[in-house]
C-alpha cells in the first residue's frame, strides 16, 4: 500500500525518546506526570454529573438545557479526538499534551464564573476540546516512552487505574463539594491540578520532534464532523423519563444520517490519502479492531451503569450526594487490585484469556446488578454486583490497551491512542442512548400498568397515603426499567467476551518484546 511506505518513513522521522534508554527515575516521572493529567481528566467525566441540580438551581437551567451540561463535553471532545491524537504524532506530542491541559485548565477557570447558561455551556465545550488533545497524547507518550514488555504493562496499568479511579473520586469529590462548599468548586478543582501537572510536562516529558507531514483537512473535518454529529444525535435519542421516545426527532434522524455519510466519506478519504488522519494500517490488525470493538462494548454498557445507578440510589435508596460517592468507594479496590494482575498476567498468559474472562466476569457482575430491586440492600445490591463487575474490568483494560498500542510505529502512536478514547466516548453515547431508551421506556410501561392495576383493583386513596403509595409505585418503575437497562448492558459485556474469544489472537510473546516503540522498521507491524 503506498500510503504505508511513505507514512513509514515519516515516521522514522519522529525523533521519539528512546525508552530503553531512559533511566528508572526519570520514567518514575514521567509515568507521575501523565497518569495525574488522567486522573484529573477521568474526574471531570462525573464529579460534573453529582453538581447538576446545584447548577441547574443557580443558573436556572430547564431539564433539555441541563443536559448541554454534559452534552456540550461529549461532543467537543468525542468530535475532535483523531485530530487530538494524530496533532500529536505530527506536531511533537509533550506540546499538545501540554496544550490540551492548558485549554483544559482554563476553560475550567471560566466555567466556575459563569453567570448564565451559555458561558457554561460554551466552557464545557472547550473543556472537551482541550481533553480531546491531552487524552491521546498522554496515552501515546507511554507508547513511544516505555519499551514494549513489563515497562509498557505496567505503565498501561498505572494509566489504567488512574482512569477508574478518576471516575470514582470524582462522584466523591463532586459530593463533598456540593455539600460543603459550591458547585462551581466541580470546575476550579481542576485549575491548579492542570496547571500543576502541565509545569511538570515541560520539565519532565520527552520530546519527539515534529514529524514530517501535513495535515489531512479533508478527512480532520469529515472525522470531527461525523463523530461530533453522531455523538449529538445519540445524545438527544434516548427515551426520556416522561416515557417519549426521541429516535424519530428531525434533529435526531438528521443528526444520525449525517454523521453517516460524512463517517463513510471519511473512510473512502483515509482509504486515499497519503497523510492519513487515521492510517488505515491500523486497523489491518484484526487484533487491533478486535480491540476497538471491545472498548466500544466496554464504554456503551458501564457509562450508562454509573449514570443510572447514581439516579437509583439518590431517588429510590435516598442517599445524599456525598454517600453516593461513598457507596462506589468499594468498587475501586477490587478493579485495582485486578489491574495488578492483569499487569502481570498479560506477561504470562497472554491478552486473549484476560479479555475473555474479564469481559465474562464483568457481564455476571451486570446480570447480578440487574436483580436490584426497590428493597434490596446495599450489600446485596450494589455492593456485591460492583465487587464482581470491578474485578471484570480490571482484567480488561491493561490487556485492551496494550493490544491497541502493540507494534504501532511511533509516528502513529497518537492515532492509535485515540481509536481507544473513540471508542469509549462514542459506545458512552451509545450506551446512554440504548441503553436510556430501553430502561425509560420500562419505567414508563411499569407506571402505566401499576396505575390500571389499581384502577382495576378499585384502589382509592387520599391525602398522606396517597403520596405514599405514589412514591411506592415510583420506586417500583425506575427499579424495573434500571434492572432492564442493566440486562442490556449485561448483553453488550458478554458480546465484547464473544468478540475477544472470535477475533483476539495476538500471542503473550507479542505483548512481552522489550523493544521500542520508536523502531519503525518493519511497515507490518502497524
Not at 447538576?52 to 443557580?58: D, F, G
Not at 514488555?149 to 463533598?176: D, E
Not at 480491540?291 to 435516598?318: D, K, N, P
Not at 453515547?429 to 402505566?448: K, N, P, Y
Request: include cysteine; charged fraction near 10%.
Amino acid at each position: 500500500m503506498a500510503t504505508e511506505t511513505s507514512d513509514t518513513g515519516a515516521a522514522a522521522v519522529d525523533g521519539g525518546a528512546a525508552p530503553a534508554t531512559q533511566a528508572p527515575r526519570r520514567l518514575g516521572l514521567v509515568l507521575a506526570v501523565i497518569a495525574t493529567a488522567q486522573l484529573m481528566l477521568a474526574l471531570d467525566l462525573t464529579i460534573v454529573n453529582v453538581a447538576l441540580p446545584h447548577i441547574q438551581a443557580a443558573l436556572h437551567f430547564s431539564g433539555s438545557n441541563l443536559e448541554w451540561v454534559v452534552n456540550a463535553y461529549a461532543v467537543t471532545f468525542g468530535g475532535l479526538l483523531l485530530l487530538g491524537g494524530r496533532s500529536g504524532d505530527l506536531l511533537e506530542r509533550r506540546r499538545i499534551f501540554i496544550a490540551g491541559l492548558l485549554v483544559f485548565s482554563l476553560a475550567s477557570l471560566l466555567g466556575g464564573f459563569a453567570t448564565d447558561q451559555a458561558w457554561l455551556i460554551t466552557a464545557r465545550a472547550a473543556q472537551g476540546a482541550g481533553a480531546a488533545m491531552a487524552a491521546p497524547t498522554a496515552l501515546s507518550l507511554i507508547a513511544v516512552t516505555f519499551p514494549e514488555g513489563r515497562p509498557r504493562n505496567r505503565a498501561i496499568a498505572v494509566y489504567t487505574a488512574m482512569f477508574i479511579l478518576g471516575q470514582v473520586v470524582g462522584l466523591l469529590a463532586g459530593g463533598l463539594l456540593v455539600t460543603y462548599a459550591s458547585w462551581r468548586w466541580v470546575m476550579f478543582v481542576n485549575v491548579p491540578i492542570g496547571l500543576v501537572v502541565a509545569t511538570l510536562a515541560t520539565r519532565v516529558l520527552p520530546t519527539s520532534g515534529r514529524r514530517a507531514g501535513r495535515f489531512d483537512l479533508p478527512g480532520a473535518i469529515t472525522a470531527t464532523a461525523g463523530v461530533a454529529l453522531l455523538v449529538y444525535g445519540l445524545s438527544n435519542a434516548a427515551t426520556t423519563p416522561d416515557g417519549v421516545s426521541h429516535w424519530g426527532d428531525t434533529k435526531v434522524v438528521v443528526s444520525l444520517a449525517a454523521a453517516a455519510v460524512l463517517l463513510a466519506s471519511f473512510v473512502v478519504i483515509e482509504i486515499r490519502s497519503r497523510y492519513a488522519l487515521l492510517p488505515m494500517r491500523l486497523l489491518h490488525s484484526r487484533d487491533r479492531s478486535g480491540a476497538f470493538l471491545i472498548s466500544l462494548c466496554v464504554g456503551t454498557a458501564i457509562l450508562g451503569m454509573f449514570f443510572f445507578l447514581t439516579v437509583f440510589i439518590q431517588e429510590v435508596w435516598g442517599y445524599s450526594p456525598l454517600r453516593t460517592g461513598v457507596a462506589y468507594l468499594p468498587y475501586v479496590p477490587a478493579i485495582l487490585v485486578m489491574t495488578v494482575v492483569a499487569q502481570r498476567g498479560v506477561s504470562r498468559i497472554g491478552a486473549r484469556p484476560l479479555l475473555i474472562a474479564g469481559s465474562a466476569i464483568a457481564a455476571g457482575g451486570m446480570f447480578w446488578l440487574s436483580r436490584i430491586t426497590e428493597h434490596s440492600t446495599y450489600a446485596g445490591g450494589m455492593l456485591g454486583p460492583a465487587l464482581v463487575l470491578g474485578a471484570g474490568l480490571g482484567l480488561v483494560f491493561v490487556p485492551l490497551s496494550l493490544v491497541i498500542l502493540n507494534k504501532v510505529n511511533a509516528g502513529d502512536a497518537g492515532a492509535a491512542s485515540s481509536l481507544f478514547n473513540v471508542g469509549q466516548q462514542v459506545g458512552g453515547s451509545i450506551g446512554l442512548a440504548v441503553v436510556g431508551t430501553v430502561a425509560w421506556s420500562a419505567v414508563a410501561s411499569s407506571l402505566r400498568s401499576q396505575a390500571a392495576a389499581a384502577a382495576k383493583a378499585g384502589v382509592h386513596v387520599s391525602g398522606a397515603k396517597a403520596a405514599a403509595l405514589q412514591t411506592q409505585v415510583y420506586h417500583h418503575a425506575l427499579a424495573t426499567g434500571f434492572a432492564r437497562g442493566y440486562l442490556v448492558s449485561a448483553g453488550v459485556l458478554a458480546l465484547a467476551a464473544i468478540i475477544a474469544l472470535a477475533v483476539i489472537r495476538v500471542t503473550r510473546q507479542d505483548l512481552s518484546d522489550a523493544e521500542p516503540a520508536g523502531d519503525t522498521t518493519s511497515p507490518s507491524r502497524a
